[in-house]
C-alpha cells in the first residue's frame, strides 16, 4: 500500500448513530455505578449451582445480538440472579446471553480508532463464561448449557492436595473455547480472586489479565490437576502496525474476524458499541450469513421479532422497526407477539435516511430456529447488507488510521492477508 494512498479516510455515508451511542455509554459510565461486587459474586453462585436441566445439550445456536442493558436497574439484576435457576427454555438462554459482553457490528469506524481502542483477532469457537470456586471449575456456553466441568490451575479450580486459598473465593474469565487445540483463549477478565473488575476500563482488564492468569499455571500444558490449556489473545493497540499484527498476523488459533475494544469501556453486559466485530473473507470463514443448509441466500435474510402491535423490530433497546405486518396476516399465520420471524430482503432493499432506516423491502418466509433466543441486531443487519454490496474494508480502517495528525508517525504496511 502507496503512501499517496492513505492521505484521507474514506467519508462514508452514514447508515447508523453508533458513535453517538458510543459516546452515550461512556457518558453513562461516568454518571453512575452498579455495585460491581455484589454483580460478580451473585454471578459466580448462579454460574455454579444451577440445576442439571441447563447441562442437557443442545443444538448450536448463532451468536446473540442483544439491545444494550444499560437500563437494567441495580433491583432487576438482583431479581434476574435470584431467579435465573428457575429459567428454561429460551428465557434461560436469554438471562445468560445478557451477562456476556456482546460486540455490536462495526458499520461505521470510530473515531480516534488508533489512540482509543485495542484490536485482536478472535479465535474461532464457544463463547463462554469460566468459573473456578470451591476447587472445581465450570465453563458455561452462552445459553447456559455446561460445556465442560474440570479440574484447573485457576484460583481454587481443583482439589489440590495443598489446597490454597480461601474456599469463598472465585474467578471469572470470558473465553473462547477453541476444539481444534482444546484451548481456552481468554478474551476477557470479569472477576479474580473474589475482585471484581466489572467496572474497570479495559485497559486495566487487559493488563490485569496479562498479569495474573500467568501466574498461576493455567497457561501449562495440561495436567492431572489442570485438565484444559488457558491462553491470552496477542492483543494490539490499533495503530497501523498493530491493526496489521492483529489482521495479517500469525496466530494459534481459526480466526473467526477482529474485535475492537474501547480503552474505556467498562464490562457491560449486553450488547455495546465500545465492542464491535469486523470481519472479511481474509479473517474468517464465516463473513455472509448462511441458511439453514449452510448455502448464501440469494437475498439476505434477516430474523426480527413480532411485537403486540403487529411490527416487527431487532433486539436493540430501544429496537429499530423493520416493518408492520397485516394483522390478518398474523392471525391465519397462527404467530404471536414475540415469536422470532424470519424475513428475506427484496430487490427494493434498505432505505437509510440520515443515519435512520426508513423503508425495508421484506418478504416473509416463516419462523425461525426455535433454538434462536433473539432477533438479530440493527447492526448486524446493516453489517450483512454491506458486505453484500459495499463492504466496509481493511483499506478503510488503515485510512482512518492514516489521518493528518498521524501520517507522519505512522509505518507505510500492506495489509495482505
Not at 10 to 29: N, T
Not at 158 to 176: E, F, K, N, P
Not at 210 to 216: G, R
Request: glycine residues 6%.
Amino acid at each position: 500500500m502507496a503512501p499517496h494512498d492513505l492521505r484521507r479516510a474514506y467519508k462514508r455515508p452514514a447508515i447508523s448513530d453508533q458513535q453517538r451511542r458510543r459516546e452515550l455509554s461512556l457518558k453513562r459510565q461516568e454518571q453512575g455505578r452498579r455495585d460491581a461486587q455484589l454483580q460478580a459474586r451473585r454471578l459466580a453462585s448462579t454460574l455454579l449451582s444451577l440445576p442439571p436441566e441447563h447441562e442437557q445439550p443442545s443444538e448450536p445456536e448463532p451468536e446473540p445480538d442483544l439491545g444494550s442493558s444499560s437500563k437494567e436497574s441495580d433491583s432487576d439484576f438482583e431479581f434476574d440472579l435470584r431467579n435465573a435457576s428457575k429459567l428454561r427454555g429460551t428465557e434461560g438462554r436469554k438471562w445468560f446471553a445478557r451477562q456476556l459482553m456482546l460486540p455490536e457490528w462495526m458499520i461505521d469506524v470510530p473515531h480516534r480508532l488508533p489512540h482509543d481502542w485495542y484490536v485482536f483477532a478472535r479465535p474461532s469457537g464457544k463463547r463462554c463464561f469460566v468459573v473456578s470456586s470451591d476447587g472445581t471449575t465450570i465453563s458455561r456456553q452462552r445459553n447456559g448449557t455446561v460445556l465442560h466441568r474440570f479440574p484447573s490451575a485457576l484460583p481454587n479450580g481443583a482439589r489440590t492436595r495443598d489446597g490454597s486459598g480461601s474456599a469463598q473465593s472465585y474467578s471469572i474469565l470470558d473465553c473462547i473455547f477453541h476444539e481444534m487445540d482444546q484451548t481456552y483463549y481468554v478474551i476477557d477478565m470479569v472477576c479474580w480472586r473474589g475482585y471484581s473488575l466489572y467496572d474497570c476500563t479495559a485497559e486495566f482488564r487487559f493488563f490485569w489479565l496479562n498479569s495474573k492468569l500467568a501466574e498461576t499455571g493455567a497457561c501449562e500444558p495440561p495436567s492431572h490437576y489442570h485438565k484444559y490449556r488457558f491462553s491470552l489473545v496477542p492483543v494490539h493497540t490499533c495503530d497501523q502496525s498493530g491493526l496489521h499484527a492483529a489482521y495479517a498476523g500469525g496466530v494459534p488459533y481459526v480466526k473467526d474476524g477482529l474485535l475492537f475494544y474501547n480503552k474505556h469501556a467498562h464490562y457491560q453486559p449486553g450488547n455495546t458499541p465500545l465492542a464491535l466485530v469486523w470481519k472479511d473473507e481474509n479473517c474468517s470463514q464465516y463473513v455472509i450469513d448462511t441458511d439453514n443448509k449452510g448455502q448464501v441466500p440469494s437475498h439476505q435474510q434477516v430474523v426480527l421479532e413480532l411485537q403486540d402491535d403487529g411490527k416487527v423490530t431487532t433486539s436493540d433497546d430501544p429496537p429499530v422497526v423493520f416493518s408492520c405486518l397485516d394483522l390478518d396476516f398474523i392471525q391465519k399465520s397462527g404467530l404471536h407477539s414475540g415469536n422470532l420471524l424470519r424475513f428475506a430482503i427484496g430487490d427494493g432493499g434498505l432505505s437509510v435516511v440520515d443515519g435512520k432506516l426508513e423503508k425495508a423491502d421484506l418478504h416473509y418466509l416463516g419462523k425461525s430456529n426455535r433454538a434462536r433466543a433473539f432477533a438479530d441486531s440493527y447492526s448486524k443487519v446493516m453489517f450483512q447488507n454491506m458486505v453484500r454490496g459495499s463492504p466496509l474494508k481493511i483499506d478503510d480502517l488503515v485510512a482512518s488510521i492514516n489521518t493528518p495528525d498521524d501520517e507522519g508517525n505512522r509505518p507505510d504496511v500492506d495489509m495482505v492477508g
